[in-house]
Nanobody, 124 residues
């Protein structure tokens, strides 16, 4: 069982920045493929970004490409999502996910473990 916990959400004005963190438990963090998703009220969950075990491979949804950056720090068992140039349409609950079994596949939607999410609200 892997525990996943997000943090760093909040309220920010359009054009601003936020950095989300996701801490995952376990001794084999370096073997985890990880991703960020988001879900806005009344909408389906949406893929945002993912990162391979090594951190060398990343993939982004078109809607965030060039504005968001995903990165990982294995020494801290943490994945980050740096969000710049935020827009009101980025408002959502952001969820971190972990896969302990499958190889990295860009944009994959199936993951083993999920956090509870952190709220990001962007005001216009």
């Amino acid at each position: 069982q892997v525990q996943v916990a997000e943090s760093g959400g909040g309220l920010v004005q359009a054009g601003g920045s936020l950095k989300l963190s996701c801490a995952a438990s376990g001794r084999t963090f370096s073997n985890y493929v990880m991703a960020w998703f988001r879900q806005a009220p009344g909408k389906e969950r949406e893929f945002v970004a993912d990162i391979s075990r090594s951190g060398l491979n990343t993939y982004y949804a078109d809607s965030v490409k060039g504005r968001f950056t995903i990165a990982r720090d294995s020494a801290k068992n943490t994945v980050y999502l740096q969000m710049n140039s935020l827009k009101p349409e980025d408002t959502a609950v952001y969820l971190c996910s972990v896969d302990t079994r499958r190889n990295y596949s860009p944009g994959r939607l199936e993951y083993d473990y999920w956090g509870q999410g952190t709220q990001v609200t962007v005001s216009s």
